[in-house]
C-alpha cells in the first residue's frame, strides 16, 4: 500500500513593505522548496523595533502579500525572530517543516542571526536574493532633500516627479537623472516565465474576458491588487502588458522604468491575473479584439468605446505610488 505524504509546507517571514518584484521572486523560490507556502507578515511592532517603522500597515501589508500567487497561507502579525516560542507554538500549529529566507544576512539590533534557531535544528533553507531592489533603498530615496525626486517604488529607476514639501525652502535644485543603464535582475528565462504564469486558470475561448491595460510600472501596487481582486470575481480576465518598450518612450519622453520583461512578470505575480499579452502597442484596434492581438494609436479605447464594451471602474482603493510616496516624503524623519 503507497504510504500517503503529507505536504512539506515552507514558511517565509519578511517585513514585505512597499512589495517589489524582489518579494515576489523570494516567494516564487521558496514555494519551490515544499509544495505549500505560509507567509509570516511581521508585525509593525517588531518593525518598529528591529528596522524603523514600515510604510505601509499591518493590513495594507496583508492584502499585497495574499495578492501573489504562491501564497497559500498568511500569519499576521508574524515574529522579526524565530525563537523558541515561535518554534513551540505557530510552528507546529501551521506544520511548517522549513524556514526560508533570502541569502542576505537577516540581524537582529545586538547583531545575532534572525534565524539562528531554525538553522541550528535543520529547519532552514535559503533562497537567492533578488539583486538590485529594496524597501529600505527605496524609502531612503525618498529622504533626500531634493526639490524633485524621480523615483520607482519598485526598482530604484525612474518613475515619479515627486515634490518634496520642503521644496520651495531648498536653494540647490538637485534633479536625479535616469539611469541611462538598465540593469536587470530578474533573467527572462523560460523556466522562470513558466513559474510566474503557472496558475493559468484555463481556455479563454470560453471563458468571459475582462482586459486591463497599463504599463505595470510599479505593480503591485495596493489598489491595483484591490481593483484586480473586484474583478476576478466577474469574469476571468486577460490582462496585458501594455505597451512595449518604444510606445512608452514616445509617450512620456523617456525609456520605461522596467524592462518589458520585468513589468510582465511583476504582473504575471498576481494570483488574480490569468494572462498576459506582452509588449502591446498602444491602442486597442478591432482586430486586437478579434484576434488578441493589439495595433494602433490615438484614443487606445476609441474601438471598444464605439462597441459598447467599455467600462471605467473605481478602485476599491484610493492609495497609489503618489500617495505612497506622500506618506514617505510627510514622515521621513521617522523612516
Ligand atoms: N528578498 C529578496 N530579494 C529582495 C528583497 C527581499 O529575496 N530584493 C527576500 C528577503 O531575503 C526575505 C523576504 O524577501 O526572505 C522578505 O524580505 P523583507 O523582510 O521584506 O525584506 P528585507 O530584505 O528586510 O527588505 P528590503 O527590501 O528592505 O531589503
Not at 505601509?56 to 496583508?62: G, H, P, T, V, Y
Not at 538553522?119 to 536574493?129: A, D, E, M, N, S
Request: aromatic share 8%; net charge negative.
Amino acid at each position: 500500500k503507497r504510504e500517503h505524504k503529507r505536504p512539506v509546507r515552507v514558511y517565509m517571514d519578511g517585513c514585505f513593505d512597499l512589495m517589489h518584484y524582489g518579494h515576489a521572486n523570494a516567494l516564487r523560490q521558496a514555494k519551490l522548496l515544499g509544495d505549500q507556502l505560509v507567509v509570516g507578515v511581521v508585525s509593525d511592532e517588531e518593525i518598529v523595533a528591529n528596522k524603523g517603522p514600515p510604510v505601509l500597515s499591518m493590513e495594507e501589508r496583508l492584502t499585497l502579500v495574499s495578492g501573489l500567487k504562491w501564497v497559500d497561507e498568511v500569519i499576521p502579525n508574524a515574529p522579526y525572530e524565530i525563537t523558541e516560542e515561535f518554534m513551540n507554538t505557530l510552528f507546529k500549529k501551521y506544520n511548517i517543516d522549513y524556514i526560508i529566507h533570502g541569502d542576505d544576512p537577516c540581524l537582529l539590533p545586538d547583531g545575532t542571526d534572525a534565524y539562528e534557531l531554525a538553522k541550528k535544528v535543520g529547519r532552514y533553507k535559503q533562497i537567492k536574493r533578488t539583486e538590485g531592489v529594496s524597501s529600505t533603498d527605496i524609502v531612503g530615496k525618498f529622504n533626500t532633500p531634493t526639490v524633485r525626486i524621480y523615483h520607482t517604488l519598485y526598482t530604484g529607476r525612474i518613475l515619479l516627479t515627486f515634490k518634496h514639501k520642503d521644496a520651495d525652502d531648498i536653494d540647490e535644485k538637485v534633479e536625479v537623472k535616469p539611469n541611462d543603464e538598465l540593469k536587470t535582475s530578474i533573467m527572462p528565462l523560460c523556466c522562470i516565465i513558466e513559474q510566474y504564469a503557472h496558475m493559468h486558470s484555463g481556455s479563454f475561448a470560453i471563458a468571459r474576458v475582462v482586459y486591463l491595460d497599463g504599463s505595470f510600472e510599479s505593480f503591485p501596487t495596493l489598489g491595483m491588487v484591490e481593483i484586480l481582486r473586484v474583478l476576478d470575481n466577474l469574469a476571468t480576465f486577460f490582462l496585458w502588458v501594455s505597451t512595449d518598450d518604444q510606445s512608452i518612450r514616445d509617450r512620456r519622453g523617456h525609456r520605461p522604468i522596467m524592462h518589458l520583461h520585468e513589468r510582465t512578470l511583476s504582473v504575471l505575480a498576481c494570483r488574480h491575473v490569468d494572462e498576459v499579452i506582452i509588449g502591446t502597442p498602444w491602442e486597442v484596434s478591432k482586430d486586437m479584439l478579434d484576434e488578441r492581438v493589439l495595433q494602433g494609436k490615438i484614443d487606445p479605447y476609441a474601438v471598444p468605446k464605439s462597441m459598447g464594451i467599455f467600462k471605467i471602474i473605481t478602485s476599491p482603493k484610493s492609495i497609489t505610488s503618489v500617495s505612497v510616496a506622500t506618506r514617505i516624503v510627510d514622515n521621513h524623519e521617522a523612516y
